[in-house]
């Protein structure tokens, strides 16, 4: 990594120049360009590779060379590289970040690892022929919430922990959103439990400081898609979202109404025919939308956990009991999402509603509980910061071209902490097919 105090300029390549990338590149240029230099992209897609170079520009910093994935190797060896930012779609992860080791690049990659048992051995496979060093992004980590959760556990004040219920609730933008992409399509995302609840299993792994030994899931999709369209007589749709006129149905994405959706895909999509705004109740989603886990732990505790798509307010609830009392965490992200006065949803991922909306709003924040056996409950002190994810972003991202901190809690993740978040849904995905429990010992992975 590059060091702050003085040393080389690291060289960074991106790989998959879609809406994630943005936010490794934006850090570069805004906080860490003396020591990070992004020297290329990797994308096949012209439309994407020029905006980016356009952000690169605004900074006053000349456009950079571009490379289709069949060659990642040769922008490795001509560019210098010393670092490849992996941000493609899922199920490209395991391909392009171990080419990327074995050309002599280090890697920083994106959750969820990768998608499949395949992919993971892969992964060890290239690790361990090459030495090279893999960063995961696991930004939840970082937020003070989180964090804090971390601390509570770690004191023991709660005892040991014997078990978890975690309930994650997507709503119906951000939920629905996975059914509109390439998401929607398991040969691509591995699931939800694969691509979205990686980060969650990740947390519990990180909190409990241990790792899954048997997992059983259940789960369908119970909302979105044609078969409950046509059930609860929604009637003829769409095929997407941008439509002309526009659409004023709360579950159509217009991406003219974003102008980075627009760039990005819109204006894209003669160069590939990714379509970014799908409906959400057509036909060809093969991934769930409810997803019931239980995740049994090497020490002892339990996980119940489960993941909701179309709820009508975003966010999440932990409870942690243990041998000596609870902790629960409560965090309201989005508390409703109201119409405008199209009849369409406000897109600002910011606001809970209109100010003269009626009613009253589920209000947003977070709170940490803590109650001992015979004691009363006390609430334990958030100390957030501004920023994306809980206000997580920020640190992460400087962990990650910065090298990282001292940190007591152990938040930088590695290789092993992303085999021990994926392989839970790995193992969930299939016990969903075959409606029996998976034993990780099974699946020959090596955890430890």
């Known amino acids: 990594m590059g060091d702050s105090a003085g040393g080389a300029v690291r060289r960074y390549a991106v790989v998959g120049a879609g809406h994630r990338a943005q936010m490794y590149v934006d850090s570069i240029l805004a906080d860490h360009g003396d020591v990070a230099q992004i020297v290329a992209w990797c994308e096949p897609n012209p439309v994407r590779a020029d905006y980016f170079d356009g952000l690169l ?39 392009m970040a171990t080419r990327a080791m074995r050309a002599g690049a280090d890697v920083v990659i994106e959750k969820p690892l990768t998608t499949d048992l395949a992919g993971s051995r892969r992964f060890i496979e290239a690790l361990e022929d ?17 964090s804090a959760l971390k601390e509570v556990i770690s004191s023991g004040e709660i005892g040991e922990v ?34 979205n609840s990686s980060h969650h299993f990740d947390l519990v792994n990180w909190w409990l400081d241990d790792f899954p030994s ?36 709360p579950f159509a994405l217009d991406l003219r109404d ?57 966010g999440y609830r932990v409870g942690i009991n243990g041998t000596e009392g609870r902790v629960e965490l409560e965090v309201v992200e989005r508390g409703a999402l109201l119409p405008r006065a199209d009849g369409r949803r406000d ?11 009626p009613g009253e709003l589920r209000p947003r924040g977070e709170r940490i509980l803590v109650q001992r056996h015979w004691e009363a409950s006390r609430e334990v002190a958030i100390h957030r910061t501004d920023g994306a994810h809980g206000g997580g972003d920020a640190q992460m991202l400087a962990d990650v071209f910065r090298g990282p901190a001292p940190d007591s809690l152990g938040r930088p993740a590695n290789y092993k902490d992303g085999l021990r978040s994926v392989v839970v849904g790995i193992a969930a995905t299939s016990s969903l097919r075959i409606g029996l429990p998976v034993r990780i010992a099974d699946l020959g992975l090596d955890l430890t």
Request: charged share 25%.
């Open 347 to 357: 897109l600002d991922a910011s606001k809970t509603g209109h100010e003269d909306a």
């Open 162 to 195: 014997t078990s978890v219920h975690f309930e994650w609730l997507l709503d119906t933008m951000h939920g629905a959103d996975y059914f509109r992409r390439w998401h929607r399509d398991r040969e691509r995302s591995g699931g939800l439990l694969v691509h």
């Open 57 to 95: 520009q605004a900074a006053g910093l000349p456009a950079v060379p571009r490379y289709l994935p069949a060659d990642l190797e040769v922008m490795i060896a001509d560019e210098r590289v010393d670092t490849v930012i992996v941000t493609s779609p899922d199920d490209t992860h395991a391909e």
């Open 258 to 314: 974003d102008p980075r959706l627009k760039a990005l895909y819109l204006d894209a999509e003669e160069h590939d025919g990714y379509l970014r705004d799908r409906d959400v109740f057509s036909p060809g989603i093969t991934i769930e939308d409810n997803m019931s886990v239980l995740v049994d732990y090497t020490r002892g505790a339990s996980l119940t956990y489960s993941l909701n798509t179309h709820s009508p307010w975003e």
């Open 130 to 146: 090459t030495g090279r060093s893999l960063v995961l992004t696991f930004n939840y980590r970082y937020a003070a919430r989180n």
């Open 214 to 249: 048997r997992v059983f899931a259940s789960g369908g999709l119970r909302f979105y898609g044609d078969v409950n369209a046509k059930a609860r007589g929604l009637g003829r749709r769409p095929e997407r979202g941008t439509t002309t006129p526009p659409s004023n149905d």
